[in-house]
């Protein structure tokens, strides 16, 4: 009788970014100059605490300023790995970006920006569901390839990514109610792949 060789189970760590300084509540998405709030860097400095002990192998970062002030003190707890910047990670690109949404959803009330919601499905105003499933399944991938079998990677990116490579790994429908995305601000959410 044969016997299966021992399948390893690489372990995928996707963080949210810590929060960001914006008083004046603008829909941020890929603008430069947004940068982590005191109360960000204090959040990404408990997740350097957090993965301190952690047999990281690999490690993954969004090309955005908040995302790698994120990852500065869980990388500096692992001198020894690189530190990759994967665009595949970054934010999704939203029609919306630099308007001011405030606690109103003000925005949403121009009439300019009425046929920018005309199919949530896809989504009209962005980036398709599909697409950043897309590209986030291979960053994954591709993340577990270079962590290696039985490894760990921490991949630091942004909400909407991480929510929507959640759904797709558990096969739901990537159409959502934001209000209602499990992934908050420095949140861990790890996936398992199995190599071998």
Request: glycine residues 8%.
């Amino acid at each position: 009788m044969r016997v299966a060789p021992p399948v390893a189970e690489t372990i995928v760590h996707l963080v949210r970014h810590g929060e960001v300084f914006n008083p004046e509540g603008v829909l941020y998405g890929r603008l430069d100059g947004f940068n982590l709030s005191e109360r960000g860097r204090a959040m990404a400095e408990r997740l350097g605490e957090y993965f301190a002990d952690a047999d990281l192998t690999a490690l993954r970062v969004s090309p955005l300023a908040r995302a790698q002030q994120t990852m500065a003190p869980i990388a500096a707890g692992h001198p020894d790995l690189g530190l990759q910047i994967d665009d595949r990670v970054i934010e999704a690109a939203n029609d919306f970006e630099g308007q001011v949404f405030g606690p109103r959803n003000r925005a949403l009330l121009n009439p300019a920006n009425w046929w920018k919601l005309r199919n949530p499905l896809r989504p009209s105003w962005g980036e398709p569901f599909t697409q950043i499933a897309s590209r986030m399944r291979t960053a994954i991938a591709d993340a577990a390839d270079a962590a290696g079998p039985g490894g760990q990677a921490v991949i630091v990116s942004h909400q909407l990514p991480i929510w929507i490579a959640r759904l797709d790994a558990e096969g739901r429908r990537l159409f959502h109610d934001p209000r209602s995305r499990l992934c908050t601000l420095a949140s861990v959410t790890s996936v398992q792949l199995r190599q071998g």
